[in-house]
């Protein structure tokens, strides 16, 4: 889910913001980019971080080495790419017309994504570990995606469901979080199905009742 920062929910609905846009080339040089970075998602889905390296790439896209070293640089540039060129795209969180249900929605997509074969974004995930240049790839990429799911928030305060001043940020992490934790970062365990929705529930309860609500004089600040 990735660049600007997304702010709180305030007085002027969140989410509303369009995504940045980054212009791309065009023609051979736009082949050549997509033509890598497929190439870049195979070998780091069949090998994983320590088996990817710019020449295996460069092998597997059909280019010369010379051309991904000129371009990226090393592998850290290419992870680098990948990451900024997902957030090229108009993904926005589903609008089921209710908070728990759009949190639910968001986490059976993020669900399906951290248990995919090959295991890219996990790969990925790892990966932003041991290359720094991935590392902000991987940081701007969440924002972006975070930024785009503020509008979450502000549908369910429009709807009455959730206070003014509602955090989206706090809320959205407190939503998502468990989906890492379970299946990514300490427990590990197999997909449950009920997860995205019982997670959803709890925050959406949470936030009901107040839990992410920023006082006025923070808003006001």
Same mark, same amino acid.
Request: hydrophobic content about 40%; some cysteine; charged content about 25%.
């Given at each position: 889910?990735?660049?600007?920062?997304?702010?709180?929910?305030?007085?002027?609905?969140?989410? +509303? @913001?369009?995504?940045?846009?980054?212009?791309?080339?065009?023609? @051979?040089?736009?082949?050549?980019?997509?033509?890598? %970075?497929?190439?870049?998602? *195979?070998?780091?889905?069949?090998?994983? =971080?320590?088996?990817?390296?710019?020449?295996?790439? *460069?092998? !597997?896209? &059909?280019?010369?080495?010379?051309?991904? =070293? @000129?371009?990226?640089?090393?592998?850290? &540039? /290419?992870?680098?790419?990948? %990451?900024?060129?997902?957030?090229? #795209?108009?993904?926005?969180?589903?609008?089921?017309?209710?908070?728990?249900? #759009?949190?639910?929605? /968001?986490?059976?997509?993020?669900?399906?994504?951290?248990?995919?074969?090959?295991?890219?974004? +996990?790969? %990925?995930?790892?990966?932003?570990?041991?290359?720094?240049?991935?590392?902000?790839?991987?940081?701007?990429?969440?924002?972006?995606?975070?930024?785009?799911?503020?509008?979450?928030?502000?549908?369910?305060? @429009? !709807?009455?469901?959730?206070?003014? &001043?509602?955090?989206? !940020? !706090?809320?959205? /992490?407190?939503?998502?979080?468990?989906?890492?934790?379970? /299946?990514?970062? %300490?427990?590990?365990?197999?997909?449950?199905?009920?997860?995205?929705?019982?997670? $959803?529930? +709890?925050? $959406?309860?949470?936030?009901?009742? &107040?839990?992410? *609500?920023?006082?006025?004089?923070?808003?006001?600040?």
């Amino acid at each position: 889910m990735t660049t600007p920062a997304p702010s709180e929910q305030e007085q002027e609905p969140a989410g +509303t @913001r369009p995504p940045p846009t980054r212009r791309r080339p065009g023609g @051979r040089t736009a082949r050549i980019r997509t033509q890598v %970075l497929d190439a870049v998602l *195979a070998e780091l889905g069949e090998h994983g =971080y320590d088996g990817l390296t710019t020449d295996t790439v *460069a092998a !597997r896209a &059909g280019v010369h080495r010379t051309t991904v =070293y @000129r371009r990226w640089g090393d592998v850290g &540039g /290419l992870l680098a790419d990948v %990451l900024d060129a997902a957030s090229d #795209d108009d993904w926005q969180p589903l609008d089921t017309g209710s908070l728990e249900g #759009d949190l639910a929605a /968001l986490n059976r997509e993020i669900q399906t994504a951290l248990t995919a074969e090959p295991p890219i974004v +996990t790969a %990925l995930i790892a990966a932003s570990f041991r290359s720094e240049k991935a590392a902000d790839a991987q940081q701007r990429l969440w924002e972006d995606r975070y930024a785009r799911c503020e509008v979450v928030v502000s549908r369910a305060v @429009r !709807r009455g469901e959730l206070p003014p &001043g509602t955090n989206a !940020r !706090r809320l959205l /992490l407190t939503a998502t979080a468990p989906l890492y934790h379970q /299946l990514v970062l %300490l427990l590990r365990t197999a997909p449950d199905p009920q997860l995205p929705s019982h997670a $959803a529930r +709890t925050a $959406a309860l949470a936030a009901a009742a &107040g839990a992410f *609500a920023e006082p006025s004089s923070a808003r006001n600040a």
